[in-house]
């Protein structure tokens, strides 16, 4: 019964390698010259990445790509790393043997679940031009690189080397390199822009992977550079145990026959994650094995039975046996604020939102989702909004149609949220793009092809529902935009046609031009807020700048209230109106009387910060009348952000923060004493 | 009868519009302009002048958005682009009017359409014609042959004697912007009834078969919706002449605006119908029973053909009974067709057979 998958295996290898090519190439991603490219590319550009990430080592990738023989589609592909190296001894293993290393064995989130590795580079090479592929790497501390030619002997089906030696390395600017990878290849390949293409795959993966730099010279000579907007790694992911709702009755013989535990509880608990010492014993209980039972000695129904309780079609004491979820520290997720570092350095736009969901479980198998979206900037308004797929932080480039996260795209009405969908259905259009990035340990795919994750009743719901999320999000853009824009107009209604009309109408007429005062406020009749955050070059600061015009006739009163990024770190200075702090992030000036026709300023500027961190404050306001521009606070949301602090801080400071708190009911409205003779909303005669 | 105004006039009656904008914001409040509501639900029938004019229903467009406080920028700087050709004695085209606003900063305007619309609200206000401002329209006249006699004065100033038969090519007598009688006599005719017609192949397919001559008429090409000095010298003719006018348009909801613009006036010119609209003018075809009646070759009506029809229904100048039944008709065929899609029956069935029949029910024939 066992082996099953060696077996097979190890009889696939005796077929010839270009026959296994041959056959394969469509799931080898070597389907087209087109692809074969990118694939190339893939391989080497994912090795590159992984290897600077166990190494700890911030990536900077460069890839290059010539044209050598136009008529026959021959290419020169470079890809080089600043990696740890590959030791001398190790080169010819991970570049000419099939599923070298461990990752297939381990259960946690990794690139390498896609694809066949660099090996397969190789010999697609090999078999398309005849050319070795050239290796050279260096260890840091090492005087040397290592120089090798690997090729594959394709009688054999082993891997040959030719050159072997040892050489200075140096970098373009003549300092010698301290580590790293370089691997030329020549191989049979076309090299084509637009949605699929190396370029668009090297953009993606910059989005996902914003701690690494990326430069690309494609065959025109054209440098396309995306910079690293992080300094922090991704996190180290730890390999966990299987869970036993993720388990198939193949995998459960095989791991009872390698076992050595002598008994089947604790042979439960080791091997698994998520079962206690209670749910082993209740397991044995519902599957109707002894406790005590060897899990080498197991026959073929136990083994059944066992399934079958980890499933929970086998009750224990009349219900399924409860098992706690697996860790999901396996899982490596981008994050919110560097996905949207990612998307803001390869897409000009207005408007991002990014949401990183809490992660889940699905069959046994933690899995995470995270999206972002962009709006606005210089995107086509009439075509169907860009989607860019990610598993496990690897570009998926083709079969859009067919994957999980495409669908669960098309399952929202964007046009609730100000995207346009004809009939409600399909992908949505707009000058958009979605970012949908699923980390799981387990990554389905629809195929072997692997570019379409296979349907998952629950992943599809996790991804909806964030889509909803950042879809209010971007309602909530969009609506405020919109009020801008009818204040913008307003504006230049009283600041520039106002004043024109008076000044022709007087001329026509030969008569003086008339005070404007009046007609202003009449026509504005309202309280009105601008607000301006822009990044300040010279300073590197952001710059906020909240200006109130009282186009009323009476003297107002307010609160106004500024969110900040507090929480990501930010300082703020210059804030020369004062004011306090009202909670975390959310910043409250007193005004305490706004006379007819004049306008306050209220500026500061915020610290710490990197370009694009900041790029819209939320305005807020106590008072009776409206301030277009601003919302009215909603308290309960102050009320919230104020009980989480005190959940934080209460073990701590909690007497020193006392009067920063004031009671809520206590701020309501602010009290102002109205200037003598005149009436205001809030007083009355003084 | 609208009468022409001296440029003194003029001048005065443009500053009321602007007074009426600065007092407003003497006393502080928005300037505004008011004027007549210019949609299908203010005109009415004026019994004593026997077109339709615009009624009571006013509008006010004030300062309030930026959009209507542009228009108002606007008007005022047509008012002092006028006050200047008046001064200096010159004219513009509407379409130079136009270009000439790209000078005008906040105040240019944003399309053709905008100025031409602007320059009838004044005329609407000021009750001037567009004449009086010195504002001459874009779109040529109409074309017209047959036996009668005018008068027109070139521009060296000297009349000259044309009869729209003897003294002009297949082409036609070209109409002038301006037919008013400082520019146009009418002199003489030896024609029974005058037919405007839609489409200029009709128009040429009816002289090359000699219909003028036969059936003794004025035939005049409209070019599509009627230019004002096309449903001007209409006017004249019918009244100086005391000619039967009929109208031979398109089987369609559009056609059917046509007429009502020659017969009782159109919504956009309301304010001058009495000055342009012939009120016995006839329909004389392609109507809905038509297309049955002749079997003519016809396409199903657009979306956009039903609204209109549908919109005509409540048109209070289509309210009477003989249009409410072609229009009903039309739309329970949902079929429309052209006047040349009689040629089914050969190139003379319209002058041999369709006319003859159509006038001959009217006693023209």
Same mark, same amino acid.
């Given at each position: 019964m066992t082996g099953i998958a060696e077996k097979l295996a190890s009889n696939q290898k005796q077929v010839a390698i270009s026959e296994f090519f041959e056959k394969n190439k469509h799931f080898l991603g070597f389907d087209s010259l087109a692809r074969s490219l990118i694939t190339a590319v893939k391989e080497a550009v994912d090795n590159a990445l992984d290897a600077c990430e166990e190494a700890r080592i911030l990536p900077t990738i460069s890839v290059a790509i010539e044209k050598l023989d136009v008529k026959k589609d021959i290419v020169k592909l470079i890809v080089e790393d600043n990696g740890p190296g590959i030791p001398q001894k190790s080169i010819e293993k991970v570049f000419g043997q099939l599923l070298f290393g461990s990752r297939f064995h381990a259960i946690r989130q990794s690139r390498g679940q896609q694809g066949i590795g660099i090996t397969g580079v190789v010999m697609y090479c090999q078999l398309t031009t005849g050319r070795t592929t050239h290796v050279r790497s260096k260890i840091a501390g090492e005087p040397t690189a290592a120089v090798v030619d690997i090729g594959l002997d394709t009688r054999k089906n082993k891997a040959t080397k030719a050159n072997q030696g040892r050489e200075m390395w140096y970098n373009a600017d003549g300092s010698s390199k301290e580590h790293g990878t370089e691997v030329t290849a020549q191989l049979k390949a076309k090299y084509q822009k637009g949605r699929q293409s190396v370029w668009q795959y090297l953009r993606m993966t910059s989005i996902v992977n914003p701690h690494a730099e990326i430069t690309f010279t494609d065959p025109d000579g054209e440098v396309h550079h995306w910079p690293r907007v992080t300094e922090r790694l991704p996190t180290k992911v730890e390999a966990i145990k299987p869970h036993p709702h993720g388990i198939e009755l193949g995998q459960l013989q095989r791991m009872t026959s390698e076992s050595t535990d002598s008994r089947l509880t604790v042979f439960l608990r080791m091997n698994f994650s998520g079962v206690s010492a209670r749910a082993s014993k209740e397991l044995c209980v519902a599957a109707d094995v002894d406790e005590k039972t060897k899990p080498k000695s197991m026959n073929a129904d136990q083994i059944r039975a066992l399934l079958e309780a980890f499933q929970g079609e086998r009750l224990a004491n009349g219900k399924p046996v409860k098992l706690l979820n697996p860790p999901t520290n396996c899982l490596s997720p981008i994050e919110e604020l560097l996905i949207k570092k990612g998307l803001s350095k390869t897409i000009d736009s207005r408007f991002i939102a990014t949401l990183t969901r809490a992660p889940e479980v699905t069959q046994g198998n933690p899995y995470q989702v995270e999206v972002g979206l962009i709006f606005g900037g210089n995107m086509p308004a009439d075509k169907p909004v860009e989607i860019l797929r990610f598993a496990n932080r690897v570009p998926l480039m083709y079969q859009q149609g067919g994957c999980l996260l495409t669908k669960a795209?098309?399952?929202?009405?964007?046009?609730?949220?100000?995207? $346009?969908?004809?009939? #409600?259905?399909?992908?949505?259009?707009?000058?958009?793009?979605?970012?949908?990035?699923?980390?799981?340990?387990?990554?389905?795919?629809?195929?072997?092809?692997?570019?379409?994750? #296979? $349907?998952?009743?629950?992943?599809?719901?996790?991804?909806?529902? /964030?889509?909803?999320?950042? %879809?209010?999000?971007?309602?909530?853009?969009?609506?405020?935009?919109?009020?801008?824009?009818?204040?913008?107009?307003?504006?230049?209604?009283?600041?520039?046609?106002?004043?024109?009309? /008076?000044?022709?109408?007087?001329?026509?007429?030969?008569?003086?031009?008339?005070?404007? +005062?009046?007609?202003?406020?009449?026509?504005?009749?309202?309280?009105?807020?601008?607000?301006?955050?822009?990044?300040?070059?010279?300073?590197?600061?952001?710059?906020? /700048?909240? @200006?109130?015009?009282?186009? @009323?006739?009476?003297?107002? #009163?307010? @609160?106004?209230?500024?969110?900040?990024?507090?929480?990501?770190?930010?300082?703020?200075?210059?804030?020369?109106? %004062? %004011?306090?702090?009202?909670? @975390?992030?959310?910043?409250?000036?007193?005004?305490?009387?706004?006379?007819?026709?004049?306008?306050?300023?209220? +500026?500061?500027?915020?610290?710490?910060?990197?370009?694009?961190?900041?790029?819209?404050? $939320?305005?807020?306001?106590?008072?009776?009348? $409206?301030?277009?521009?601003?919302?009215?606070?909603?308290?309960?949301?102050?009320e919230e952000i104020r009980r989480l602090e005190r959940v934080l801080t209460d073990d701590s400071s909690e007497d020193e923060d006392e009067d920063e708190f004031e009671p809520i009911e206590s701020i309501g409205e602010p009290a102002v004493a109205p200037p003598n003779g005149q009436t205001t909303l809030f007083g009355g005669e003084a | 009868m609208t009468r022409r105004h001296t440029p003194e006039e003029t001048k005065a009656a443009m500053h009321v519009i602007v007074g009426e904008m600065y007092d407003r914001m003497v006393k502080g409040e928005p300037p505004t302009m008011t004027l007549p509501v210019r949609t299908k639900n203010n005109i009415g029938f004026d019994k004593k002048l026997g077109v339709y004019k615009y009624g009571k229903k006013q509008s006010i467009r004030d300062a309030t958005s930026l959009g209507s406080a542009k228009q108002l920028l606007r008007a005022l700087h047509v008012v002092e682009f006028i006050e200047e050709m008046l001064v200096a004695g010159k004219s513009s085209t509407l379409r130079e009017m136009y270009y000439i606003s790209e000078a005008w900063g906040l105040g240019k305007f944003g399309s053709q359409n905008e100025s031409n619309n602007l320059a009838e609200d004044l005329e609407i206000v000021t009750k001037c014609l567009r004449e009086d401002f010195k504002l001459r329209p874009e779109e040529d006249g109409a074309r017209m042959i047959g036996n009668l006699t005018l008068r027109e004065r070139n521009r060296r100033g000297e009349w000259m004697r044309i009869n729209a038969r003897d003294d002009v090519g297949d082409s036609g007598y070209g109409v002038p912007y301006n037919v008013e009688a400082e520019k146009i006599e009418l002199l003489e005719h030896d024609i029974d009834f005058i037919m405007a017609i839609e489409t200029g192949g009709m128009f040429d397919r009816l002289i090359e078969n000699g219909f003028d001559e036969q059936y003794r008429c004025g035939l005049l090409h409209l070019k599509g919706q009627p230019a004002r000095s096309t449903r001007r010298i209409m006017k004249r003719m019918s009244e100086e002449w005391d000619l039967p006018v009929v109208v031979f348009l398109d089987g369609d909801p559009w056609s059917f605006r046509i007429f009502a613009s020659i017969a009782y006036g159109a919504i956009k010119t309301a304010h001058i119908s009495e000055y342009l609209a012939t009120p016995s003018a006839t329909y004389l075809g392609i109507t809905a029973d038509d297309i049955v009646a002749y079997d003519l070759p016809n396409d199903d009506l657009s979306k956009k053909d039903i609204e209109a029809l549908k919109a005509e229904l409540t048109d209070p100048r289509f309210a009477d009974g003989w249009w409410q039944e072609q229009i009903n008709m039309m739309l329970e065929l949902g079929k429309k067709a052209e006047q040349q899609s009689l040629a089914k029956y050969g190139l003379d069935f319209v002058t041999e057979t369709y006319l003859p029949e159509k006038l001959s029910e009217l006693g023209l024939a």
């Open positions: 795209i098309e399952s929202v009405d964007w046009r609730q949220y100000g995207l $346009d969908q004809p009939g #409600a259905k399909g992908v949505p259009k707009g000058p958009a793009a979605i970012l949908i990035h699923l980390a799981s340990t387990n990554v389905q795919f629809t195929s072997e092809a692997k570019e379409a994750l #296979a $349907d998952n009743a629950e992943v599809i719901e996790e991804a909806r529902k /964030a889509m909803l999320e950042m %879809g209010r999000g971007l309602r909530k853009h969009l609506e405020k935009k919109k009020k801008m824009a009818k204040t913008k107009e307003k504006f230049e209604l009283i600041n520039d046609i106002l004043p024109a009309i /008076a000044k022709k109408s007087a001329d026509i007429l030969g008569k003086p031009v008339p005070d404007l +005062s009046g007609s202003i406020t009449q026509i504005m009749s309202a309280v009105i807020s601008e607000t301006e955050t822009v990044w300040n070059k010279e300073t590197k600061q952001t710059d906020v /700048a909240i @200006t109130l015009f009282n186009y @009323t006739t009476r003297v107002r #009163a307010y @609160t106004i209230l500024a969110t900040w990024p507090e929480k990501s770190g930010a300082t703020m200075i210059n804030n020369d109106t %004062g %004011g306090r702090k009202e909670a @975390t992030g959310v910043w409250a000036w007193k005004l305490e009387s706004l006379q007819p026709g004049e306008k306050t300023v209220i +500026s500061y500027s915020l610290g710490d910060l990197e370009r694009g961190d900041w790029t819209e404050t $939320d305005i807020f306001f106590r008072g009776s009348q $409206d301030v277009i521009g601003a919302s009215k606070m909603d308290e309960k949301f102050l | -």
